[in-house]
Nanobody, 113 residues
């Protein structure tokens, strides 16, 4: 019963902020590397940020300095704080669990004035 459920997406103006959440269940969450991906219409799905089971993080160059990934192993959640949002950040954002290869359903982020 592995499940990943994203939330927090919405419409925001350029320069604004959003916080995405991914609630995990059905597996030993703390032992897995977790990631956020995004996919815009007509484009390939791309890695946005990742966080390892030991807390190490990595980011796509396009979001470095603006996005922060974190995890809460007690609540079994992965968070993505997105600041200084740009129109090119518009996409469906997906939560992903490594090795178990599980995806969430996605949450829409739209950055537009």
């Amino acid at each position: 019963q592995v499940q990943l459920v994203e939330s927090g997406g919405g419409l925001v103006q350029p320069g604004g902020s959003l916080r995405l959440s991914c609630a995990a269940s059905g597996f030993m969450f703390s032992r897995y590397d977790m990631s956020w991906y995004r996919q815009a219409p007509g484009k390939e799905r791309e890695l946005v940020a990742g966080i390892t089971s030991t807390g190490g993080t990595n980011y796509a160059d396009s979001v470095k300095g603006r996005f922060t990934i974190s995890r809460d192993n007690v609540q079994k959640m992965v968070l993505l704080q997105m600041n200084s949002l740009k129109p090119e950040d518009t996409a469906v954002y997906y939560c992903y669990a490594s090795r178990i290869r599980s995806w969430g359903q996605g949450t829409q982020v739209t950055v537009s004035s």
